[in-house]
């Protein structure tokens, strides 16, 4: 449900809520509004990743085809076409896997910051915090095993001529994905989880004040 669908829908429940909660009308009207509020700004923060993420993608996928094209070429030059390219498709399908698995995961975090079409504001909170939890712990677990593998794929396929030893390289690989997952715990530590203590404190709020 939309952000203002949502707003309309608590307005009209509200006197409901008011009703089932030890709450003043004032405070509930407060923490509905900080809600909406804090759940819009999540959204619209993940919708402009989103973007960026998809814009990304599409460079990188050109970037494939041009690569692939181009090491085609040179291996028919050099007939070495059975040697090579099987190798270079494999290396492409798991870049290509990864990106489609980032497109993925911004559209699954649109989708956690989308208002639930919930009786009452304290199921929404629930559900919200539940889901993003579960989210951003299952996609990190996920990449700690793709991303080592797109990170090999990226220095084989795109940086052919780093000639260094398979350790060093799996070295590589393995200190990129953990810069990576540092990195991206970090982002998410300033812009969101902030935001959720704010979600999470309304919703502890509103059970203090059951009967």
């Known amino acids: 449900m939309e952000l203002d669908d949502f707003k309309a829908h608590w307005n ?7 009703q089932q909660q030890k709450i003043s009308p004032e405070k509930m009207e407060q ?8 759940l819009s700004q999540l ?5 402009f990743w989103k973007q960026i993420n998809k814009t990304t993608t599409t460079i990188v996928i050109t970037l494939l085809v041009v690569v692939l094209l181009l090491r085609s070429i040179d291996d028919l030059i050099l007939h ?19 990106c489609k ?8 975090q649109e989708q ?14 629930k559900q919200t915090i539940t889901a993003f939890k579960a989210f951003y712990w299952g996609f990190n677990f996920v990449c700690m095993f793709l991303c080592p593998l ?32 540092i990195g991206s715990h970090w982002y998410y530590s300033v812009k969101f989880f902030k935001k ?13 004040q059951e009967g």
């Open 12 to 18: 009209i429940i509200q006197d409901k809520e008011f």
């Open 31 to 38: 923490i509905i509004m900080n809600t909406t509020e804090t």
């Open 43 to 47: 959204q619209s923060r993940t919708i």
């Open 80 to 98: 070495k076409l059975l040697a090579d390219i099987p190798a270079a498709i494999a290396y492409a399908a798991i870049i290509a896997l990864y």
């Open 101 to 108: 698995y980032t497109v993925w995961v911004f559209k699954r």
């Open 112 to 125: 956690v910051f989308i208002l639930y079409n919930s009786a009452n504001v304290k199921q929404t909170l």
């Open 150 to 181: 797109y990170y090999y794929a990226v220095i084989k396929l795109l940086i052919p001529y780093w000639h260094a030893s398979q350790q060093t390289i799996l070295i590589t690989c393995v200190v990129a994905t953990v810069i990576s997952l």
């Open 196 to 208: 959720l203590r704010s979600l999470d404190e309304n919703l502890k709020e509103l059970e203090s």
